[in-house]
């Protein structure tokens, strides 16, 4: 099982950018496409953005489409996520998590393991 740790969040105006980090032990990163998630008080989790293995294939929520980006160093066992045009809306506690799948739909895959999340607050 590998253990997901997520760093990163804070606080920021609107317009603005941060960028999220997930590292990985246990087992390589390299055996796990990687998705990111977040859940805003009073609403259900919801999908970000998916990688696949090499970084070769990503997607996005439309909701984040142009604004963010997923990352991958298999080198340094971490997962990026940069965050530009920061809105309210945003504002959630993010969770990476890890799939041994990486489905046509990357939002449906199986995703196993979970980090413990990090706060993102978007102030207007």
């Known amino acids: 099982q590998v253990q997901l740790v997520e760093s990163g969040g804070g606080l920021v105006q609107a317009g603005g950018s941060l960028r999220l980090s997930c590292a990985a032990s246990?087992?390589?990163?390299?055996?796990?496409?990687m998705g990111w998630f977040r859940q805003a008080p009073g609403k259900e989790r919801e999908f970000v953005a998916a990688i696949n293995w090499s970084g070769g294939r990503t997607h996005y929520a439309d909701s984040v489409k142009g604004r963010f980006t997923i990352s991958r160093d298999n080198a340094k066992n971490t997962v990026y996520l940069q965050m530009n045009s920061l809105k309210p809306e945003d504002t959630a506690v993010y969770y990476c998590?890890?799939?041994?799948?990486?489905?046509?739909?990357?939002?449906?895959?199986?995703?196993?393991?979970w980090g413990q999340g990090t706060q993102v607050t978007v102030s207007s």
């Open positions: 246990g087992r390589p990163l390299s055996s796990y496409a």
């Open positions: 998590a890890a799939t041994s799948y990486y489905y046509s739909d990357p939002s449906k895959s199986p995703f196993g393991s």
